[in-house]
């Protein structure tokens, strides 16, 4: 036979017979033999002797040629067909041995393409015929995937001969979100798969599928790895040779298996489970003498995640793909990965990359309840909050972290500046164990110690961090923290997050209170729970606020001096610590210095110790805190005047001086010394009351003149930082508000004819006489009031402003108002024949309204003019010396002596209506030569 048939598995395996049994063969002079082939065979003659006794010739290629490598040849021993005789005479004979020969060589090799998908691949087999002519050749055809091709849309893993299960999530192959898989295997037995709820083995619930068992005689269902069979099915179903397909599914109650690639056809097993197990995770395994080559599908890709600001730089979501990320011009990396693997399940390793603006730093620290009723949880807790914080972009360019953790009492467990790299913080996070565990809950203490204690420079804080609150909670505090965070926040560099576990509905109003806005509280059931959350939550507490914080600059030079109580520092440092978040020191513009008090005082630093706000708020955060009961603000008043108000200690001539108070209650009253202070031109003194009682007198000791905008009271020390703004606007403002005291005293007004060195009584001059007018007196408690003059005329209903330009001098204080003099240059003209002139201060802007008014009257000297020269100037007349004679005597007609001598005896006003009315007509005529 030719061709031998082998039947394996189920496929046709073709054994090609190349070469049939040779022969030999020897026939005598003069006969012929005839020899074939099978068909598709050809005879070749191996060797082949033309001979005799004497002699004898090779004539193998001889034969070849004349059967020419035919299916069938006949063969004759004679001397035409062999070419000649070698013994003429003597009996000849032909001997050869020869052999059938297939035509067809062997097949040729299967050839995979590139990238597998649904080809066809084809073999031939060559025509080894010498002489060709052998037709067209054989062909055979296969699928690529059945043969085993490598492809783009196959997961290849392979098996070793161990019977130990592997898991294809290192392929990221699992059945979470599937109920069927189809996949090929080539073994020649015992192909297991295992259908896992857990990523193990050896615990949680399985389905195991056992294909081609028992020496690929059974295949079987069971409940568990090695458990009793649901199901079997006998008969063989593997080849080593080719990849076979197999599929199977999980649905509802029934675990199916099946052959081909389409779930559901050609079922060859199904098992009912009542009580149908989770399935998430897919085992494979082989052994008992076979090993075994896989192909699932690589349906496995994984979905990018991008935050704002981020660009893939490198884009790879297949299985094990690496992907890389950067952060957009302009921005840096705060928080997640730059480079990322993908995994099972659609997920990367790592956290989605988080960027911020470049310029944006932020401190953070995490409140965490480590009471009681968190014990259970609080290792696990430790676990979650540490891969968060090592998710974070630990450095001193980016963020810093730190942990306080709170039941009755609070512990600073992690400051700012204690690590410097995620993996350390989070190591040590992770490391944290509760303390006593308390069931008293004083959730406000914790942000105290927050504010007051881990925010500080000395801790790592930095000075233009933003603070961002991470509080994490499971029960309602015993001592509630709203109101105290709300305090906190109204510093806009204070942020606040917040993290409720299982919360009461209690507490989940208290967390979204602290927080502020709904968006900045998150809710949990456990702390794993908060692992699909990391990305939001990092894009909030890793990202700086949209807020802007611009610090005051002002136009003009303010030195200030803080002067404060050596008494609960605690409050007053930070309170002051916060005001430097809002203040430029500039050599330009403001300069600070510090003192402090009990029963003496101190200076803490000059105006010329620091030119930085970030240096001058670390100076007051490092005072230490020892409280003193004795309090003589009036030591620090005069402290801060000797000793920091002085150009050695970097006074500024041009600068206005700011005495700024804080204290609670006092014990000396420091309103003596404050108003000499207020006497100097440019010192300033505000007063920072800490008390819920006795504000007047207090606001009365420090000014007594009623200036009520230099003095500030709040209830208590915690409640400083309340007014931090309204104390801000006023001690950076260059403006000083005056003190709102009217003037009340003016002194009468004083006449001074014009080049003339001393004032005169007269209040009667001749026309075009110019005068001086000057009044002095109070103008109030702003220094910029001046005194105004107004005038009224005979015929003029009410006083008017004077146009003239007044001269004011310089005021000068005197208790709690100013005091200026103000002159005005006036010539009498003919129409001020009468004229009363108004000075006054405190005026609301109309004449006549000040609070502090004052009058003068001028007239301008008279005569009656002859009729015959009414032309003539009163210069001409000699009006003074003859009108003054000429009236003397002229009142004698009537007994001017008598009537002079009753007059006396008369009041002014009496004379005044007497001599109108006992007045006689006269006649007077003036002769002018």
């Not at 101190?602 to 030119?611: D, G, I, K, W």
């Amino acid at each position: 036979m030719a061709n031998t048939y082998i039947i394996l598995g189920g496929i046709t395996i073709y054994l090609v017979i190349l070469v049939q049994l040779t022969a030999c063969y020897t026939i005598t002079e003069g006969s012929n033999y005839y020899r074939y082939c099978s068909s598709g065979y050809y005879l070749r003659i191996t060797s082949a002797r033309w001979y005799c006794s004497n002699d004898s010739w090779t004539v193998t290629n001889l034969v070849n040629s004349k059967c020419n490598y035919n299916t069938a040849c006949t063969l004759y021993a004679t001397s035409s067909w062999l070419g000649g005789d070698p013994c003429p005479g003597v009996t000849t004979y032909l001997y050869w041995a020869d052999g059938c020969y297939s035509i067809w060589g062997n097949w040729g090799s299967w050839s995979c393409p590139g990238d597998c998908t649904t080809q066809t691949l084809y073999r031939y087999r060559a025509c080894v015929k010498p002489n060709g002519g052998c037709g067209s050749a054989p062909a055979q055809n296969i699928a690529c995937k059945r043969l085993g091709c490598a492809s783009s849309s196959d997961i290849s893993r392979t098996t070793p001969n161990d019977q130990v299960y592997y898991s294809l999530t290192t392929d990221c192959f699992v059945a979470t979100g599937r109920t069927s898989v189809a996949f090929r295997v080539r073994a020649s037995n015992d192909v297991h798969i295992a259908l896992g709820s857990v990523d193990n083995a050896t615990s949680g619930t399985h389905y195991e599928i056992v294909i081609g068992g028992w020496t690929d005689t059974q295949s079987a269902i069971r409940f568990a790895i090695g458990g009793t069979a649901c199901v079997s099915n006998s008969g063989s179903r593997l080849s080593e040779i080719y990849f076979d397909e197999f599929w199977f599914t999980w649905t509802g109650n029934y675990v199916r298996v099946g052959t081909g690639s389409s779930p559901g056809s050609n079922t060859f097993m199904s098992c009912y489970h009542s009580t149908p197990y989770t399935v998430n995770f897919i085992w494979i395994k082989t052994g008992w003498g076979s090993t075994g080559e896989w192909r699932f599908p690589n349906d496995v890709a994984c979905t990018h995640l991008t935050n704002s600001y981020v660009s893939i730089s490198t884009n790879n979501p297949s299985c094990n793909g690496v992907s890389t990320y950067a952060c957009n011009s302009g921005y840096k990396q705060v928080a997640g990965n730059t480079q990322r693997t993908c995994r099972y399940g659609d997920t990367m390793s790592g956290y989605p990359l988080v960027c911020a603006v470049s310029t944006c730093y932020i401190d953070i620290v995490f409140i965490i309840e480590a009471s009681y009723y968190t014990s259970s949880i609080y290792s696990s807790l430790m676990t979650v909050i540490g891969d968060l914080a090592g998710s974070l972009k630990i450095s001193t360019s980016a963020i810093l972290a730190g942990v306080v953790t709170y039941d009755n009492i609070v512990d600073l467990e992690i400051e700012l500046n204690d690590y410097y790299s995620a993996s350390t913080l989070k190591s040590s996070i992770s490391s944290l164990s509760i303390a006593s565990a308390s069931t008293s809950r004083n959730l406000a203490e914790a942000l105290r110690v927050g504010f007051y204690d881990f925010f500080t420079m000395s801790k790592g804080n930095r000075f233009t961090a933003f603070r961002h609150y991470v509080l994490i909670a499971k029960t309602l505090p015993s001592q509630t923290g709203a109101t105290y965070a709300n305090k906190i926040k109204l510093n806009p560099r204070n942020q606040f997050f917040t993290i409720g576990i299982s919360p009461a509905a209690s507490l989940i109003t208290e967390l979204k209170a602290i927080a502020g806005d709904n968006s900045r509280y998150f809710q949990i059931s456990s702390p794993d729970d908060l692992y699909p959350q990391f990305n939001t939550l990092l894009q909030k507490i890793a990202v700086c606020p949209a807020v802007t914080i611009e610090p005051v600059t002002v136009e003009c030079e303010l030195d200030i001096a803080f002067i404060v109580e050596r008494y609960n520092l605690r409050y007053t440092k930070r309170f002051l610590a916060e005001l430097m978040d809002n203040i430029t020191i500039s050599s330009t513009g403001i300069k600070v210095g510090m003192v402090l008090f009990d029963s003496g005082a101190s200076t803490v630093f000059r105006l010329n110790t620091y030119t930085s706000s970030e240096s001058v708020r670390s100076a007051i955060e490092s005072i230490s805190e020892t409280n003193h009961t004795n309090r003589l603000v009036d030591k620090g008043l005069i402290e801060a005047r000797d000793n920091v108000f002085t150009a050695a200690r970097g006074d500024r001539k041009d600068a206005s001086n700011y005495y700024v108070i804080i204290l609670g209650r006092f014990e000396s009253y420091p309103e003596a010394v404050a108003k000499d202070i207020r006497s100097m031109r440019g010192n300033h003194v505000f007063a920072i009351h800490i008390d819920d009682q006795y504000q007047t007198e207090y606001q009365n000791a420090f000014n007594t003149c009623g200036n009520t905008t230099s003095y500030i009271n709040v209830n208590s020390y915690e409640n400083l930082i309340t007014i931090k703004n309204d104390v801000l606007k006023i001690i950076t403002s260059c403006e000083i508000t005056p003190n709102l005291l009217k003037p009340t005293m003016i002194e009468m007004p004083r006449v001074r004819i014009l080049n003339e060195f001393s004032d005169t009584p007269n209040r009667q001059f001749p026309v075009e006489t110019a005068v001086h007018i000057t009044c002095r007196g109070e103008v109030g408690g702003d220094p910029s009031k001046t005194i105004r003059w107004c005038a009224l005329r005979i015929g003029e209903s009410s006083f008017t402003g004077l146009p003239q330009t007044t001269i004011h001098s310089e005021a000068t204080p005197l208790g709690c108002q100013y005091i200026r003099s103000s002159t005005i240059t006036f010539t009498l003209t003919k129409e001020d024949t009468f004229t009363q002139f108004l000075c006054e201060s405190g005026d609301t802007g109309l004449c006549g309204t000040g609070t502090a008014i004052q009058y003068v009257n001028l007239t301008i000297e008279t005569v009656m003019k002859n009729h015959l020269c009414p032309n003539a100037t009163d210069a001409e007349i000699h009006v003074y010396s003859i009108a003054k004679y000429w009236f003397r005597f002229a009142s004698d007609w009537e007994g001017g002596r008598k009537k002079r001598t009753e007059k006396k005896s008369f009041s002014p006003a009496q004379n005044e209506t007497r001599g109108v009315s006992q007045r006689m007509p006269l006649k007077i005529k003036f002769f002018i030569t």
